[in-house]
Structures are given as C-alpha cells and as structure tokens.
C-alpha cells in the first residue's frame, strides 16, 4: 500500500507543480511612488520572462499615492528592458521619447507619478527587446495644452502627417497647470 500510494502521489505531485508555478508566474503586480524603484522592478520581472502589461497611477488604498504595473507573462521567447521617463517639462519628455526610440525602445505605455513634494510627473514606459540597439523606426510627436478644442486641432494636423495616437494622460505641468498631454508616433 505505502509503496504504490506514493508513487501515485508522486506522479500527481510532478504534474501539479509545473501547472502551479506556471500560474504563479503569470502576472506580476508592481506597485511604487517611484519612478526609479518601479523601471528597476520592472526590468527585474522582465528578467524572469514577464512583459509589460497595463499601468495606472492613482491612490490605492494601502500603499498612497502609487504607480501599478501589471507584468504579463510574456509570448514567445524574447526578453525585454524597460526605461521610465518621468517629468513635469513637456519639452524635456518629447526630447528624452525620441531619444528612446533613437537607443531601441518603443512606447508601450504612460501615467501620472505623483512626487513626493506634491508635483504630478507624466510618466512614458517604454520597451525593447533585451539586446536590441540602434533606432525603432519610430518618430514621435508629443502634444500637451490644457484645452481640448485645441487638442482636436492639434491631433487633425498630426494625423495629415501620418501620426497615430499611442497614448493620454491629464498630466500636471511646471509652469501650464493641468494638461492634456497626449503621445503620437509614426514610422520613419
């Protein structure tokens, strides 16, 4: 009894194991008030075959004011690196995403940081393959203007000029207040 029992448990216990560290390595949840602490993290789940997922910034309900970051479990063999770029200058985001896009990395996603001494940073994820140098192929545009109708005029020029829209937040900036602060890219 003892000897063939334990086989049998045994063999379910093998079979049960992969299937458990499988779903356990699905999803990783990322949560900071840190830029750095959070593309250190990142970059870390990447290594264990996770890629970017989804994020939101906001105030949760034990941590604060925090940014989330779900990391999926990642599609084929590829391994990816992440870079944040974090500020409260529009001028400065659109000159650190190109030169990004310049090194490898392509926009994947962006949310509002709220820094410590009470400012609002937008916040662009970017991604690459582990390795990859040189340009993306990607040119980007970024726009921010607290009024919309001005944005709609804005996006309807881009988009003439081959522009696609990749992503928005309501960003808070040095010197404009709340904005608008919109993300486009087309290819080279």
Do not use: H
């Amino acid at each position: 009894m003892p000897t063939s029992l334990l086989r049998v448990l045994a063999a379910a216990a093998i079979l049960v194991t992969p299937v458990a560290a499988s779903a356990q390595t699905a999803f990783k949840v990322l949560a900071t008030n840190r830029t750095a602490t959070m593309e250190k993290e990142m970059n870390q789940a990447a290594e264990m075959g996770l890629r970017f997922g989804s994020v939101m910034g906001g105030e949760t309900a034990v941590g604060g004011k925090e940014v989330v970051v779900v990391m999926k479990k990642a599609e084929g063999t590829a391994a990816f690196q992440y870079r944040l770029l974090a500020t409260s200058k529009t001028s400065t985001m659109k000159r650190e995403l190109q030169d990004a896009a310049d090194a490898g990395y392509v926009y994947v996603g962006q949310t509002v940081f709220e820094t410590l001494f009470g400012g609002k940073e937008v916040v662009c994820i970017l991604e690459r393959e582990q390795g990859k140098r040189g340009d993306s192929g990607w040119e980007y545009e970024l726009l921010a203007t607290s009024r919309t109708s001005t944005m709609e005029k804005e996006l309807q020029g881009l988009a003439g000029r081959g522009y696609e829209l990749v992503g928005l937040t309501l960003g808070q900036t040095a010197m404009g207040g709340a904005e608008l602060v919109t993300i486009l890219r087309r290819k080279r």
